[in-house]
């Protein structure tokens, strides 16, 4: 079982800057790939950006190439989502996956954190 924990939500103006951390509890968690989602008010949750287990492959949705930048520290147990340029379209509630391939955590995660607010202002 892999527990994860967001943080650094909150509400920005328009063509700001937030990053995202999501901490995880398991001392293998650098075996899994890591990943971001979203979901709007009245829309499905939708992937964001997916990471392999090392860091050297990333996969990003075409609504975010350019302006988010998923990382991860595996010393620290820790993936972070830089968000760069937000627009109110951003605003949704984050969340945190874990899974074993980055083809697995973007389509069927594991594990779930409970999701962080992200409220753009125009």
């Known amino acids: 079982q892999v527990q994860l924990v967001e943080s650094g939500g909150g509400l920005v103006q328009a063509g700001g800057s937030l990053r995202l951390s999501c901490a995880a509890s398991k001392r293998t968690f650098s075996s899994y790939a890591m990943g971001w989602f979203r979901q709007a008010p009245g829309k499905e949750r939708e992937f964001v950006a997916a990471?392999?287990?090392?860091?050297?492959?990333?996969n990003y949705a075409d609504s975010v190439k350019g302006r988010f930048s998923i990382s991860r520290d595996n010393a620290k147990k820790t993936v972070y989502l830089q968000m760069n340029s937000l627009k109110p379209e951003d605003t949704a509630v984050y969340y945190c996956?874990?899974?074993?391939?980055?083809?697995?955590?973007?389509?069927?995660?594991?594990?779930w954190g409970q999701g962080t607010q992200v409220t753009v202002s125009s």
């Open positions: 990471i392999n287990w090392s860091g050297a492959y990333t």
């Open positions: 996956a874990a899974g074993g391939t980055m083809v697995a955590v973007a389509t069927t995660p594991n594990y």
